[in-house]
C-alpha cells in the first residue's frame, strides 16, 4: 500500500516532520512501512500549453504518427513535432520550452525532426517524473490558463511510503490514504481535518434509481446516483499528480475520480455508463458462464459468483471489475456511479479463482464498512465540485440495505486496560488516544463505554482485548515496564517422546558416527517406481507441490535411500539417520502419525565384509534399546516383506520383548543397483514410540564376587547356513552351577576347516560365590561341556 | 684447559641417568680423569710465582665448576623416574576414534531452547503434523474465509485434513489436555504451500509457546521474551514491540530485537534498520481460551512463535534455507553432536 505524503498533508499538519520520523512510528503504532521514497518531479520551466493547431506529418518513422503541433503558452507560441496518440487541437498539456530539464536530467533544445524545427516538447507523466506512464499527454483541464507555470499545481516534491499489505489485513480503514491521516494525528497529537462531502439532501426530491438486491448476504448494502457530466474531461492536477505518485495511470475525470476516492477513503466505486444502464440487480449468476470484464477478458464464471446486473444482463462483475459493455466511454455524459458494500469472503473467492487481484478486490477483501456506501458517493460528488465541471444530477441517491453508520457500543471494566498492560495506564490518556482515533469513550464509575466507530470492522474491534490494543499502541508498547509474572512452581509434565527423539539422536550421533538429515514428508513417485514400492494407505495431498509428490511418506526409508547416490560421490562411507514423522489411513481414523528412526549405512568397499558391516549396525540399534532403556532388541525372522528393500533371508524383524518394533535389512540384487549401483547398504527403521523407556536407567545392584573366577574357551565347528543364532539355542541347553557367563570371541572361516563350517570361539566365565575353584573343580567343568558336546554332536576345532 | 671445560659439560650434557653421570664423574675427576691428570702433570716449580698462583688457581677453579655441575647433574638425575625399557612410542600420530556424528543443525536449535524453557518451567510437547482443520485455524480464531485457508498458503489432504501450517495449532490441544495454568511449548515440524527459494520453504520447523495463568500482561509477555533471549543469546538484547495482527492474539505484537551485529546503527544484516524481526507474539485472544474451555475472565495469557528454522540459519550463519532438506551430509556434518 502506497501512501503520499502530499495527500496525507490534506488532513493533518505533518511538514515539520522528517519521513523517517513519520516512517518509524508508523511502524511502531500500526505497520510495518516497508519503505520510503522521496519523489523528485521535473516541472520546473515547464507551462501550460494549448494545442492550437496540428499538422500530421509524414510517416518518416514507421508505425510513428507524428503532428507539427503549434503551443500556444500564452506569452509565445512554439511549434513542436509531437507523437502523443491523444494530442488534439484544443487540448492542454504540459509543454517544456528549450531550456526546462526534463526526468533522467533530459535538457530541452530546439532541435529538428522528421524534417521540422521542434521547438519543445509536449510532456507525458514519465517525462515529468509523475510516474513511468509515458504512453500518452497529461492532460490538463482547459480553466488552466495558458502558460500558467506547472508547479503552482504539481510540486516539486512529494514522499511515498511503502506500507506492508500483509499487516494491514485486519484494517480496512488503512488501505485508503484518509484512514492513515487518521492514525498519524492521533500519534502525532495533532488536529485531523475532516473529509469534505456534498450534502447529498438536496437531490431527495429526484425520482429514485430502480436498485434491487437479490442476495443480501453477498451484498449487504449497495447505493448509487445517476448524474450528467463530462466523463472524458481531464481531472484537476492535484488528482492526477496524487494518482501518478501511487503508480495509477489517469484516464479522464470519472475513471480518476473513482480511482481517487478508493485511495482516499478506501472505497470502491464504479462508474457506469448511464445510457446503457436502467435498473441495478444485485444477484449471482446462478448457472455456470462467461463474462467479458473492461480489460477485454472473457471470464469463466461459476453459478455463485456475484454480478451486478442492468435488467438481465450482467454489467460488473460485483466488487472486482465493471464489464465492457459498460464502461464510461469518452463520449460519456451521462454516469451511474455505484457506491456498494460486498461480502469479503465471496468477493476474495471469486478474485483468486480468476486471478484478477484488483485494487477494488483488495479493498473489499477486508471487510470494508456499509457506512462508506454513501460516504463514497458524497465524496465523489464533492469532488466533481471541486473539479469546476458541469453536474447534473438526474436521480437521487438510492440506497439498498442498512449503511450501518452509528457508534457501536462496547463496554467493559475500567481498569481492564492497566490489567492487560501490566501497569497503570493513565484514564485521561487513555481518553485522549480513543477520541483521536474515533472512538466515543467516558468512564464510569467501575466501567469504560466506548463507541466503535463505523470505519473499524466489526472483526477487528469486537471485544475489550481489542481497545487495549487500539490505546497500547498509540500509548507506546515501549512505555511498558517489564515485569516477570509472579507464578507458583510445578514440576512440569515430562512427555518421554520428545525426550526419546532427543537421546536416540545423541547416541546414534554421539557414539555411532551418524549424521542426521531431514527429508521432504511426502514420496515421490518416480522413485517409488524406480524402488518396485507402492505404499499402502498413503494419504494423499490435494494441491501437492508438484504431481509426483502428492503421497504422504509412510516409511521414511525411500527418501533416505534416494540420499546414497548423491552423497556417495562426496564419501567412501556414510551413515544417515532422520528422525520424522509417517502418516497413513488407519482403519477407524482418517490418520494414524507415528514418529520414526530410520538409518543407512553405506560403504563402498568390499572390506570389512558385509557381515561385519551388518554387525555394526546391528549393534548400535542395540545399544540404542539400551541407552533408551527399554530392554534388549533382538532380531526374529518372520514377518512377510511388505517392501522391496526387505529381501529374504536379507533382512529382519527388530523385536522388544517379541513385539516388533522395526526392521534391519541389507540391500542386493537390482534394488542395491538402483540405489548405489554397488557397495554395501544396510537400513534399519524402528518405531520410536515403541522405544520408550524410563528416562533414566534402574538397574538393580547385585553383589560382586568376591571371590577370582576363570575362564575355559571353546572353538566349536558349525554349519555356517544354520547360522549363529541355532548354535546359540543348543548352547542354551548346558546347564552347570559354575557358568557365571557365556561370551563369544569371534568366528573364524578359512583354512583348516571342512566347506560350509565355521569356528565358533566362546568363552565360559566359571566361578563361586564362596570360594576360589580348584583345580579339579574347573576340570570337571571342562569335562562335563566336552560331553555335552559330545551329545549334541558339537566337534571342537582341532 | 678451555677444552676440557667444554668436554665435560657436552658429556655431562648427554648423561641423564645416574650410572652415566658417575661415569663422567671418573673420566674427568677420577684417579686417571683428565682435570686430575692435568693438575698432576703439571710442573709448577718451573713456573715464575705469578704465574704459578695464577694457574693453580684456575685449575681448582675448574675442578671446583666440575663438582659442583656433577652433584647438581646428580641430584637432577635422583628426581627423574627409572627408566623402564619398552616398546618405541610415537605419542604425536593421529587418534584412531570413529569420528562424532552430526545432529541436524534444526534439531540442535530445538534442542538448545528445549533447555531454556525447561528450566523456566515450561513442558515440551508434541503435537501432529498432519492436523485437523479445527486445531489449525477454526480454534485459533481464523475465520473461515480467512486468506491462510486458502490453497496457496496451506497443503490440503483429501481426506479434508491438512498439514499443519503453524505450531500454533497445538495452542487449543494442550489448552484442552492440562487446562489452566499452562506453560508449554510447542516445537515442531510445518508446512506451508509455498514456491522454494533460499528464504522460503515449504516444510520448515517451529516453535511454539504458550504461558496461561492469572493476570498475564504485556509487560509479563516482553519480560519472560528479555529473558529468554538473553539466554539464547548469551547477553542482555533491547527489544520493542510493534502492532502485528494474528487472529489468535489480542493485542498482537511484532517482536523485534536490535541488530546484534551492528547494535542498532544500521547494517546489512538488519537491513539498515537496525532491528531484526523476531518473534510474533501477543496476549491469547478470549476466544482462543474458550475454545480451550478456560474461562477467559480467570486467565490471561500470551503465545509467541519461533522460527525453529529461521534461529538456526541465523545462529549458523546458513544462507540458503534450501540446505536443510537437501540431503548434502557436507553440509549436515558441520553439525557435530555435541550436545
Redesign the interface.
Known amino acids: 500500500m502506497k501512501i503520499s505524503l502530499d495527500w496525507l498533508s490534506d488532513f493533518v499538519d505533518l511538514a515539520d516532520l522528517p519521513p523517517e520520523q513519520i516512517a518509524d512510528r508508523l511502524?511502531?503504532?500500526?505497520?510495518?512501512v516497508e519503505g520510503f521514497e522521496v519523489l523528485r518531479r521535473s516541472v520546473r520551466g515547464v507551462v501550460v500549453g494549448e494545442v492550437v493547431a496540428a499538422e500530421p506529418l509524414p510517416a518518416s518513422y514507421p508505425g510513428a504518427r507524428l503532428h507539427l503541433a503549434e503551443v500556444d503558452c500564452g506569452t509565445r507560441r512554439f511549434t513542436t513535432v509531437c507523437g502523443a496518440p491523444n494530442l488534439r487541437v484544443g487540448m492542454k498539456a504540459p509543454f517544456a520550452p528549450p531550456g526546462a530539464v526534463l526526468a533522467g536530467g533530459t535538457r530541452i533544445e530546439v532541435s529538428e525532426l522528421a524534417g521540422h524545427r521542434s521547438e519543445g516538447v509536449l510532456c507525458s507523466a514519465m517525462e515529468l517524473g509523475l510516474s513511468r506512464w509515458h504512453e500518452v499527454l497529461l492532460e490538463c483541464p482547459p480553466a488552466i490558463a495558458n502558460g500558467t507555470p506547472l508547479v503552482q499545481y504539481i510540486p516539486e516534491q512529494d514522499v511515498i511510503f511503502e506500507i506492508d499489505n500483509k499487516?494491514l489485513?485486519?484494517?480496512p480503514d488503512l488501505w485508503g490514504h484518509y484512514g492513515v491521516a487518521r492514525e498519524l494525528a492521533a500519534i502525532f497529537r495533532r488536529p485531523l481535518r475532516p473529509l469534505p462531502m456534498a450534502d447529498l439532501a438536496p437531490y431527495d426530491h429526484l425520482p429514485p434509481y430502480p436498485l434491487q438486491i437479490d442476495d443480501p448476504e453477498g451484498c449487504p448494502c449497495y447505493g448509487c446516483i445517476e448524474f450528467e457530466v463530462p466523463a472524458a474531461a481531464p481531472a484537476p492536477l492535484v488528482i492526477q499528480r496524487r494518482l501518478h505518485a501511487l503508480g495509477q495511470r489517469t484516464f479522464g475525470l470519472l475513471v480518476d475520480l473513482t480511482n481517487y476516492v478508493m485511495w482516499e477513503l478506501a472505497q470502491p466505486t464504479h462508474a457506469f455508463d448511464g445510457q446503457r444502464v436502467h435498473a441495478i440487480r444485485v444477484a449471482p449468476l446462478g448457472k455456470p458462464g462467461t463474462f467479458t470484464t473492461l480489460d477485454g477478458q472473457q471470464r469463466a464464471l461459476l453459478p455463485d459468483d456475484l454480478l451486478i446486473w442492468n435488467e438481465s444482463e450482467p454489467v460488473a462483475l460485483a466488487g472486482i471489475m465493471g464489464g465492457l459493455n459498460s464502461e464510461v466511454q469518452p463520449s460519456t455524459q451521462r454516469v451511474l456511479l455505484e457506491s456498494a458494500n460486498f461480502k469479503?469472503?465471496r468477493i476474495?473467492?471469486t478474485s483468486?479463482r480468476l486471478d484478477l487481484r484488483t485494487e477494488s478486490a483488495q479493498r473489499f477483501?477486508k471487510s470494508q464498512p456499509p457506512a462508506n456506501v454513501k460516504a463514497g458517493i458524497a465524496r465523489m460528488l464533492r469532488l466533481i465540485d471541486e473539479a469546476g465541471v458541469p453536474c447534473r444530477v438526474t436521480r437521487r441517491f438510492t440506497l439498498a440495505g442498512d449503511l450501518k453508520d452509528g457508534y457501536r457500543p462496547l463496554d467493559m471494566p475500567r481498569h481492564c486496560l492497566s490489567?492487560?498492560?501490566?501497569?497503570d495506564i493513565p484514564e485521561a490518556e487513555t481518553l485522549a488516544i480513543l477520541h483521536a482515533l474515533g472512538f466515543q469513550a467516558r468512564f464510569e464509575g467501575d466501567r469504560l463505554h466506548v463507541g466503535i466507530p463505523p470505519h473499524r470492522s466489526e472483526?477487528d474491534i469486537s471485544?475489550p482485548?481489542?481497545i487495549?490494543?487500539e490505546v497500547?499502541?498509540i500509548y507506546g508498547?515501549?512505555r511498558?515496564?517489564?515485569?516477570?509474572?509472579q507464578?507458583s512452581?510445578?514440576p512440569?509434565?515430562?512427555?518421554t517422546?520428545?525426550r526419546t527423539e532427543?537421546k536416540a539422536?545423541?547416541l546414534?550421533?554421539?557414539a555411532?558416527?551418524?549424521?542426521?538429515?531431514?527429508?521432504?514428508?511426502w514420496f515421490d513417485d518416480q522413485w517409488l517406481a524406480a524402488l518396485g514400492f507402492s505404499p499402502r494407505g498413503a494419504?494423499?495431498?490435494?494441491?501437492?507441490?508438484a504431481q509426483q509428490n502428492r503421497l504422504?511418506r509412510t516409511t521414511l526409508l525411500p527418501n533416505l535411500l534416494?540420499?546414497v547416490r548423491?552423497?556417495r560421490a562426496?564419501?567412501e562411507a556414510?551413515?544417515?539417520f532422520e528422525?520424522?514423522?509417517v502418516?497413513w489411513?488407519g482403519p477407524a481414523q482418517?490418520?494414524v502419525?507415528r514418529?520414526r528412526l530410520a538409518g543407512i549405512s553405506f560403504q563402498n568397499a568390499d572390506w570389512p565384509p558385509l557381515e561385519e558391516h551388518f554387525r555394526s549396525i546391528k549393534g548400535a540399534i542395540e545399544d540404542l534399546g539400551r541407552f533408551l532403556n527399554c530392554g534388549d532388541l533382538v532380531l526374529r525372522s518372520g514377518a512377510p516383506a511388505e517392501a522391496p528393500w526387505q529381501i529374504p533371508s536379507l533382512w529382519a524383524n527388530v523385536c522388544r520383548q517379541d513385539r516388533p518394533v522395526g526392521a534391519i535389512g541389507v540391500l542386493a540384487g537390482p534394488i542395491l543397483q538402483t540405489v548405489a549401483t554397488q557397495g554395501q547398504v544396510v537400513w534399519f527403521e524402528l518405531e520410536l514410540e515403541e522405544l520408550q523407556g524410563p528416562l533414566f536407567p534402574e538397574p538393580r545392584y547385585t553383589p560382586v564376587p568376591t571371590y577370582p573366577r576363570s575362564w575355559q574357551d571353546f572353538s566349536l565347528v558349525w554349519d555356517l547356513d544354520q547360522g549363529f543364532a541355532r548354535l546359540e539355542e543348543r548352547l542354551n541347553r548346558f546347564h552347570h552351577p559354575l557358568v557365571q557367563r557365556r561370551e563369544f570371541l569371534v568366528l573364524y572361516k578359512g583354512k583348516g576347516l571342512p566347506p560350509g563350517k565355521g569356528s565358533y570361539s566362546f568363552r565360559y566365565w566359571i566361578g563361586a560365590q564362596d570360594h576360589t575353584l580348584s583345580g579339579e573343580e574347573i576340570e570337571q567343568f571342562r569335562n562335563a561341556m566336552l560331553q555335552f558336546l559330545a551329545a549334541e554332536n558339537i566337534p571342537l576345532r582341532v | 684447559m678451555d677444552e676440557i671445560r667444554q668436554q665435560f659439560l657436552a658429556d655431562l650434557g648427554r648423561a641423564q641417568t645416574a650410572k652415566e653421570i658417575e661415569e663422567v664423574r671418573i673420566r674427568y675427576l677420577g684417579r686417571k680423569g683428565a682435570i686430575t691428570t692435568l693438575l698432576k702433570r703439571t710442573d709448577f716449580s718451573r713456573l715464575p710465582a705469578d704465574q704459578r698462583r695464577e694457574l693453580g688457581r684456575r685449575l681448582n677453579e675448574l675442578k671446583a665448576f666440575a663438582e659442583e655441575q656433577l652433584a647438581r647433574a646428580a641430584e637432577a638425575a635422583a628426581d627423574r623416574p627409572a627408566e623402564v625399557a619398552h616398546e618405541r612410542l610415537d605419542l604425536t600420530l593421529p587418534g584412531t576414534s570413529r569420528r562424532l556424528g552430526a545432529i541436524h543443525p534444526i534439531a540442535l536449535v530445538q534442542m538448545e531452547l528445549e533447555d531454556v524453557f525447561q528450566s523456566m518451567g515450561f513442558m515440551v510437547l508434541g503435537g501432529f503434523e498432519v492436523e485437523l482443520e479445527y486445531y489449525n485455524f477454526d480454534a485459533l480464531n481464523i475465520p473461515p474465509d480467512h486468506p491462510a485457508r486458502d490453497m496457496q498458503d496451506t497443503y490440503w489432504l483429501a481426506n479434508g485434513m491438512l498439514l499443519r501450517t503453524h505450531t500454533s495449532a497445538n495452542q487449543v490441544r494442550a489448552l484442552e489436555r492440562f487446562g489452566a495454568p499452562l506453560r508449554a511449548i510447542f516445537p515442531g515440524r510445518c508446512f506451508r504451500y509455498e514456491a522454494i527459494d533460499a528464504s522460503h520453504e515449504n516444510t520448515f520447523y517451529q516453535l511454539e509457546g504458550l504461558m496461561v495463568d492469572r493476570a498475564i500482561s504485556v509487560a509479563n509477555l516482553i519480560a519472560v521474551m528479555k529473558a529468554l533471549l538473553a539466554r539464547i543469546f548469551g547477553r542482555e538484547v533491547t527489544v520493542r514491540l510493534r502492532p502485528g495482527f494474528f487472529p489468535f492474539v489480542e493485542p498482537g505484537f511484532e517482536l523485534d530485537v536490535q541488530c546484534l551485529l551492528c547494535g542498532g546503527a544500521g547494517c546489512g544484516t538488519c537491513k539498515q534498520s537496525g532491528w531484526i524481526e523476531l518473534i510474533p507474539c501477543g496476549l491469547v485472544h478470549p476466544r482462543v481460551l474458550e475454545f480451550g474451555r478456560v474461562d477467559p475472565a480467570v486467565y490471561s495469557g500470551f503465545a509467541f512463535g519461533l522460527g525453529l528454522t529461521r534461529m538456526a540459519m541465523m545462529k549458523y550463519g546458513i544462507p540458503d534455507i534450501r540446505l536443510m532438506n537437501a540431503g548434502d551430509i557436507r553440509f549436515y556434518e558441520q553439525f557435530p553432536a555435541a550436545v
Request: one cysteine or more.
Open positions: 511502524t511502531l503504532c500500526i505497520a510495518e499487516s489485513t485486519h484494517r469479503a469472503s476474495r473467492r483468486v477483501e490489567t492487560m498492560a501490566g501497569q472483526k471485544i482485548a481489542d487495549t490494543e497500547l499502541r508498547y515501549g511498558i515496564e517489564p515485569r516477570m509474572p507464578l512452581i510445578a512440569p509434565y515430562v512427555e517422546a520428545l532427543h539422536r545423541r546414534l550421533a554421539g555411532h558416527a551418524f549424521i542426521e538429515v531431514h527429508t521432504y514428508g494419504l494423499e495431498l490435494r494441491n501437492p507441490s504422504l534416494a540420499l548423491p552423497n562426496h564419501r556414510f551413515r544417515l528422525i520424522g514423522r502418516y489411513a482418517e490418520c502419525e514418529s
